[in-house]
């Protein structure tokens, strides 16, 4: 079982909804993370956040919008997306930075339809 | 920008086998180096972090070494069985602040 949890599982959405990708960890880690996966891919960096300051968008369009409301959460709000933003939406926490190993949730599977 | 190269991409061998996977990246001025498994359809799982100071980590049956000077991790994994088939994800960071992934190698181990 992974320590860091993301809801919900699976996601169907059409491209005029608005939707919430939620992720938790309570191992007390301090940097999280938000990677994007398609099929056969490495993951892709999108955002990160460092004691709940955004310190690194990797320009993601503005169609995602991370949000850290504590320590212990991040979510990632989604809006008018495209087909192509379909994948696996993948999220990981480190306890200060990249000295440290990253925690991967098992991820989202998005489809926009 | 830093580049992560991971061969070979797929590898099959049989139970028992001892094996290396490659892994060489392009800005030798990193902080560490991960190695990841991941299984289909679920997340990333960390098997060893090598700062870039160490030459080398070991967890039983795997072991991976970092050569910054040239530009290159191996991981060794000893004694294969079919639960090691996976796909293995190598990952160097940039400038310290982002992980940069490999596009893996996907082993499969036979009984």
């Known amino acids: 079982d992974t320590e860091v949890t993301q809801t919900p599982k699976h996601l169907v959405m059409g491209m005029t909804n608005k939707k919430s990708l939620k992720c938790e960890q309570h191992?007390?880690?301090?940097?999280m993370y938000w990677y994007k996966q398609k099929a056969k891919k490495p993951p892709e960096l999108m955002f990160v956040?460092?004691?709940?300051?955004?310190?690194i968008n990797e320009s993601v369009p503005s169609r995602f919008s991370p949000e850290c409301p504590n320590s212990s959460l991040l979510n990632l709000h989604l809006h008018a997306l495209q087909p192509e933003d379909s994948a696996l939406y993948l999220c990981a926490s480190s306890l200060y930075g990249l000295n440290s190993p990253l925690h991967f949730g098992n991820g989202t599977r998005l489809t926009v339809t | 920008k830093q580049e992560v190269t991971q061969i070979p991409a797929a590898l099959s061998v049989p139970e028992g086998e001892n094996l290396v996977l490659n892994c060489s990246f392009t800005d030798s001025a990193i902080y560490n180096l991960q190695w990841f498994r991941q299984d289909p359809g679920k997340g990333l799982t960390s098997l060893l972090l090598i700062q870039s100071s160490q030459r080398e980590q070991t967890s039983g049956r795997l072991n991976a070494s970092l050569d910054k000077s040239s530009g290159r991790s191996t991981l060794y994994i000893a004694a294969s069985q079919p639960g090691d088939s996976a796909t293995y994800l190598c990952a160097a960071d940039q400038a310290g602040t982002a992980l940069i992934f490999g596009k893996g190698t996907t082993l499969s181990v036979s009984s």
């Open positions: 956040y460092s004691y709940e300051k955004l310190s």
């Open positions: 191992m007390g880690h301090r940097a």
